[in-house]
């Protein structure tokens, strides 16, 4: 059974502290174990205010990325023209961490754009991130921008794809100016490279069928169980190792397979 998330924005264009204003998604409690209506505060301030453990679902969420509302079109906007310069995935940067996004060129000063229609959530400063935005989108979905040497929006305000939310830079935690770029669902970040090609400014797929393999990195973080990862044309053993940072033989001993194999799209290769 497909587990449908229902989206319902505050009503006041500008929430404040002790506003009664929440979001309301309807989800399944025997996946999630919480009741089967959570009730999500708009007003708080953390990145994930959903408080799930999406790396134990076993449903298949449908989001349209991009679709007909009313008469409008929804469209998808890249916030800014630069090449994707760090991945998603582990890296060993400030130490053998998770990158949770896309770091995106820019210079400081370039115009960010919101991906999507939305509300702005969060407008504030934090060590890692820098000075970032949170925008709420339609079906759970939200977008984060991080690094910014200023915002240009403020929480409450309702934004279009492709408005001007902010302006690039190195705050926080950085090695340079960049836009950190990040996408999640019910709190939990996707892989942006599954739907979206950063070179060539395209959406890959608008009708996202969110499966269990997307949330397999949180597997590895959280130590939860193992993980794996859908093989993508042109991939190898090698460049799959150095995109989780591990070793070829360590893929090969985990998937029982010779170091050369020649890998199909659409594997599911164990990874920790």
């Known amino acids: 059974m497909g587990v449908q998330a229902h989206a319902y924005l505050p009503p006041s264009p500008k929430p404040v502290a002790d506003s009664e204003d929440t979001v309301t998604y309807e989800m399944d409690a025997d996946l999630f174990d919480f009741s089967d209506k959570l009730s999500v505060c708009w007003n708080d301030h953390k990145i ?48 053998h961490r998770f990158h949770y996004g896309v770091d995106l060129e820019l210079r400081t000063g370039d115009t960010v754009k919101s991906a999507l229609d939305g509300i702005v959530r969060v407008v504030r400063y934090e060590p890692g991130y820098g000075n970032f935005v949170v925008i709420a989108h339609h079906d759970g979905l939200e977008t984060l921008y991080g690094h910014l040497s200023a915002a240009i929006v403020k929480e409450g305000q309702e934004v279009i794809s492709g408005d001007p939310i902010a302006l690039g830079g190195s705050t926080g935690k950085s090695t340079g100016p960049h836009l950190h770029f990040e996408v999640l669902f019910m709190g939990e970040r996707l892989e942006p490279t599954r739907f979206l090609d950063f070179e060539n400014h395209t959406v890959l797929t608008s009708a996202l069928k969110i499966d269990p393999t997307w949330f397999e990195h949180l597997k590895a973080i959280r130590g939860t169980g193992s993980a794996y990862h859908i093989v993508k044309e042109g991939e190898t053993l090698k460049t799959i190792a150095d995109k989780y940072k591990t070793s070829v033989a360590r893929l090969s001993a985990l998937n029982h397979v010779p170091p050369q194999i020649k890998l199909l799209p659409g594997r599911k290769l164990r990874y920790g």
């Open 48 to 95: 994930n205010i959903y408080g799930l453990d999406l790396s134990r679902t076993r449903d298949t969420f449908e989001v349209n990325l991009e679709s007909f509302e009313g008469n409008r079109f929804i469209y998808f906007t890249f916030p800014v023209a630069g090449d994707v310069n760090s991945g998603f995935g582990f890296r060993n940067l400030f130490g």
